[in-house]
């Protein structure tokens, strides 16, 4: 069965340096993947989509790459603030439909910020 | 702004009762969805719309129904409340064709006694 790996629950980073978070994926060749963000109590908030044929995406501090070899994603967050402390969960659009793509979640990783 | 909401925040139901979760997006958006997350299960797809009168299962559409009679809203059906189904639920929406960012709403948190 399709199978979608964060590699940690938590992720504890000092003020100014760089998280990497990683997603890994199993038996499945997705289209694209996204990467969200989700605060307590909140729905998760869309941040970045990267296709099968894009090896890099960037927007302002964040950074993913995807390595279809490898089943694998990592999303880096430059110079981290303790606003940026929140969890994030990538996805992966595995039941299609009528041309909705349904998205399977990893369980994401809770990311610390330390002042 | 796309706006996604759904009806409750919070809904305490009792077992065997009948229960309708209710979302309703704003920007004419083709597609609905429903999850379920559970801490250390993680954003579950239960079962999305494509169109009015359309539905497609997702990963684990055991235990309910949904309904999309009028395009801005998507309903979710608990047809007999279990308290296995005690969890967050959330609806999102997004435009035709698939490669596309969802919205998603604020979440109902529902416990079944």
């Known amino acids: 069965s399709q199978k979608i790996e964060q590699n940690s629950e938590a992720l504890n980073i000092q003020e100014g340096k760089t998280a990497t978070l990683t997603c890994n994926y199993t038996n499945y060749s997705p289209a694209y993947l996204q990467w969200y963000r989700q605060d307590p109590g909140r729905g998760p908030v869309f941040l970045l989509l990267i296709r099968e044929n894009e090896k890099e995406k960037r927007k302002e501090r964040l950074k993913v790459t995807f390595d279809t070899t490898l089943k694998q994603s990592l999303f880096h967050i430059t110079a981290s603030q303790p606003a940026d402390s929140a969890t994030y969960l990538c996805a992966l659009n595995m039941y299609s439909g009528g041309g909705a793509d349904g998205l399977t979640f990893g369980k994401g990783t809770h990311l610390i910020i330390q002042p | 702004d796309v706006k996604v909401t759904q009806s409750s925040r919070y809904l305490v139901k009792r077992t065997g009762e009948k229960v309708f979760l209710e979302c309703v997006q704003d920007m004419d958006h083709e597609n609905m969805f429903w999850y379920r997350q559970d801490p250390g299960l993680g954003l579950r797809l239960i079962y999305f719309?494509?169109?009015?009168?359309?539905?497609e299962k997702g990963d684990i559409p055991e235990g309910y129904s949904v309904s999309r009679e009028k395009k801005e809203r998507f309903s979710l059906i608990l047809e007999s409340a279990s308290t296995n189904q005690t969890s967050m639920y959330l609806c999102a929406s997004n435009i035709a064709q698939g490669v596309d960012e969802q919205f998603f709403g604020p979440g109902t948190r529902l416990t079944v006694l």
């Open positions: 719309s494509y169109d009015v009168k359309m539905k």
